[in-house]
C-alpha cells in the first residue's frame, strides 16, 4: 500500500531530504497491493507543489496527505483506499481516524482541478475548505463510490467567528451515505456541486459558540446553484441496499437513508454549542446542546427525481432526525423541483420515542423537531412570497401519553378563575401548537402545517442563571389570541455521549 505525503521540512525519505521541483508531473503512478509506503517531502523553501496527473491505485487510509497548504492538485485519479481500522479482516474496533482520500484538512490554500476519487472506504476528499471571501481555485472535481464524498470537517476545530468556509465545484455519485458533509465552528456554502444517487445530498453542522457561556454569533449554513439528484436512471434497489463491510464495521453511526430508506436531497442545518464526536457518536447527531444563535439559507437549488420508489420515498428537503433539541429558522429562494411531487418537497420527522426517558428528554417529546420554521423568502416553495413551513407542534395533543404532552401540561394558574374555579382548556384554549390562522392547511405528507398570512419567527427564552442546567423551567405556557396554547417543551441532556447521564440541561429555550 502506498500514498503520497507532502510534509514538513524534518521529513526524510530513506534517509535524505528530497529538494523538491516547484512542480512535478507523471503520465501515472501505479501502486500494488505489496507496494511500500511511500513519503514525499520536501527541503526547500519553494512554494508550492503541483501535482499533476497521478494515478494512485491500492492505499490504506489516504491517497494523497497534505500536511502543508498552498499547493496545487490537477488530473489525478486516486482509486481503491482502504480503511487501515478493516484492512485484510482487521477489526479495530478503537480506531477512530477518519481519512480521505484526499486528506487535505490541514492543507489550506490548495488549488483542486479536474481530479477523480474512485472509490475510498472513508472519504473522497477531507478538507479545510475555501475561505468563502477568496476566489475559487477548486473545479471539476469527482468522487464516486465513497461512503462520504466531501467532507469540510476537522474534528474539534476551531477559529475566529466570522470565518466562512466554502466547497465548490464539486461532483459526486453513488455515495454509500452523504455526497457533502460539514461539521465545522465556522459558517459554511456549498455552491455549484452535484449529488447523484446518494442517501444524503448534503447536510451541516455548524458549532459555537457555547450556549452555557450566553455567547452568540449569527452564523449561517448556506448552499446556492446546486442540483441533487434522487434517482438516477442507473440507480438500483440493490445497489442502494449493499453495505460494504466498513459500513458494517461501524454500524449505526451514518445517516442511512430517509424516509422508508428513500434518498434525500437537503437537510436543514445544525447550530450546536461543539462538535458530535463522530465517528465515536453518530456523524449525523447534533449531538450537543443547541447554539443561541444560527440560520439556514438555501438559494438557487434543483431538485430532480426525488419521488417514491421500490427502495423508498424520495424528499428534496428534510429537517435532521437527530437535530432533536432545537432546529433554527431556514429560509429558502429559488427552488426548483423537476419530477419531484409536492409530496416530496418537505418532510419533518416526528420527534423519537425513544428519545423519552430520564436521562434525555425525561418525560415529553423533545422540542426541536416541534419548533420548525421555514421562510419561503420567493414563493418557490410554497408558491406565495414570504409563506412559512411551521411543525405540527399540536401532534399528539392529548393523544399517545407517551409523548407528555396535553392540557394537563398547561400550568395550573391560568388555568383558573380568581376564586379558584377551574377553567375548561376547551373554553380558553380551543387551539393548540404554534398559533395559526385561516391561511394554515396541514400537509399530511410534509407532516407540517404551511401559512400564507402568518410571518412566524424563532424567539429564545434565556435562563442566565447560574443554575440554568439543573433547574428545569421547562414548559413553559404561551397564550395567544385567537386563543392557543403551545410551550417549549424538554431538551436532551447530552452527559450520555461521555458514557453517563450528567443530569443536566440548560434552558435555552426556542419558541415559534
Known amino acids: 500500500m502506498a500514498s503520497i505525503m507532502l510534509a514538513s521540512l524534518e521529513d526524510k525519505l530513506t534517509g535524505e531530504a528530497l529538494v523538491r521541483p516547484k512542480w512535478m508531473a507523471w503520465s501515472s503512478v501505479t501502486w500494488g497491493r505489496k507496494a511500500s509506503l511511500t513519503s514525499l517531502t520536501h527541503a526547500t523553501p519553494l512554494p508550492s507543489w503541483a501535482l499533476m496527473p497521478l494515478v494512485t491505485i491500492l492505499a490504506t487510509s489516504r491517497g494523497i ?22 484492512y485484510e479482516d482487521r477489526q479495530e474496533t478503537e480506531n477512530l481516524n477518519w481519512s480521505g482520500a484526499f486528506q487535505l484538512d490541514n492543507a489550506p490554500n490548495t488549488v483542486l482541478t479536474g481530479n477523480v476519487v474512485a472509490g475510498a472506504e472513508q472519504a473522497g476528499y477531507k478538507t479545510l475548505g475555501e475561505l468563502c471571501k477568496d476566489t475559487t481555485w477548486w473545479m471539476g472535481n469527482e468522487v464516486h463510490n465513497a461512503i462520504y464524498g466531501v467532507m469540510l470537517w476537522k474534528k474539534g476545530g476551531t477559529g475566529p467567528l466570522t470565518d466562512c468556509c466554502r466547497l465548490n465545484n464539486f461532483y459526486t455519485w453513488r455515495i454509500s451515505d452523504t455526497g457533502f458533509y460539514v461539521q465545522h465552528y465556522a459558517s459554511s456554502l456549498i455552491t455549484n456541486v452535484v449529488s447523484v444517487d446518494s442517501p444524503l445530498g448534503a447536510m451541516q453542522i455548524i458549532y459555537e459558540p457555547d450556549s452555557l457561556s450566553h455567547k452568540f454569533h449569527p452564523k449561517t449554513a448556506n448552499a446556492s446553484h446546486s442540483l441533487f439528484v434522487g434517482v438516477s436512471p442507473s440507480h438500483t434497489c440493490e445497489y442502494q441496499a449493499s453495505k460494504s463491510r466498513i459500513m458494517k464495521f461501524y454500524g449505526d453511526k451514518f445517516f442511512g437513508g430517509g424516509v422508508g430508506g428513500g434518498n434525500t436531497g437537503i437537510l436543514l442545518a445544525s447550530f450546536t454549542s461543539g462538535s458530535n464526536m463522530a465517528p465515536l457518536m453518530t456523524f449525523s447527531n447534533a449531538g450537543t446542546y443547541p447554539a443561541l444563535y444560527g440560520s439556514t439559507h438555501f438559494e438557487g437549488l434543483t431538485f430532480h427525481n426525488f419521488r417514491d420508489t421500490d427502495c423508498g420515498r424520495g424528499i428534496a428537503l428534510m429537517v435532521n432526525p437527530q437535530s432533536e433539541d432545537a432546529n433554527h429558522p431556514a429560509f429558502v429562494k429559488g427552488l426548483l423541483f423537476l419530477n419531484t411531487p409536492q409530496e416530496s418537497y418537505m418532510y419533518i420527522p416526528r420527534p423519537n420515542l425513544s428519545s423519552i426517558d430520564p436521562s434525555e428528554c425525561v418525560d415529553m417529546d423533545c422540542d426541536g423537531l416541534k419548533k420548525v420554521v421555514v421562510t419561503d423568502v420567493d414563493g418557490s416553495l410554497l408558491g406565495e412570497k414570504d409563506a412559512t413551513v411551521i411543525s405540527q407542534a399540536d401532534w399528539e395533543w392529548d393523544g399517545d401519553p407517551r409523548r407528555g404532552i396535553g392540557d394537563y401540561r398547561i400550568p395550573l394558574p391560568i388555568r383558573q378563575n380568581p376564586d379558584g374555579s377551574q377553567i375548561e382548556a376547551a373554553d380558553k384554549f380551543p387551539n393548540k401548537g404554534i398559533v395559526r390562522d385561516a391561511s ?49 417543551g424538554s431538551c436532551t441532556i447530552p452527559g450520555r455521549q461521555v458514557g453517563a447521564a450528567t443530569g443536566t440541561m440548560p434552558q435555552n429555550l426556542k419558541r415559534t
Open 440 to 488: 394554515c392547511a396541514v400537509v399530511p405528507s410534509w407532516q407540517a402545517w404551511k401559512c400564507f398570512s402568518l410571518r412566524c419567527r424563532l424567539m429564545i427564552i434565556e435562563s442566565i442563571d447560574t443554575d440554568t442546567e439543573v433547574r428545569r423551567l421547562s414548559p413553559i405556557a404561551l397564550i395567544a389570541n385567537p386563543a392557543a396554547a403551545a410551550f417549549p
Open 65 to 86: 496527505r497534505d500536511e502543508t497548504g498552498s499547493n496545487t492538485y490537477r488530473w489525478n485519479l486516486i482509486t481503491t483506499v482502504f480503511f487501515l481500522g478493516t
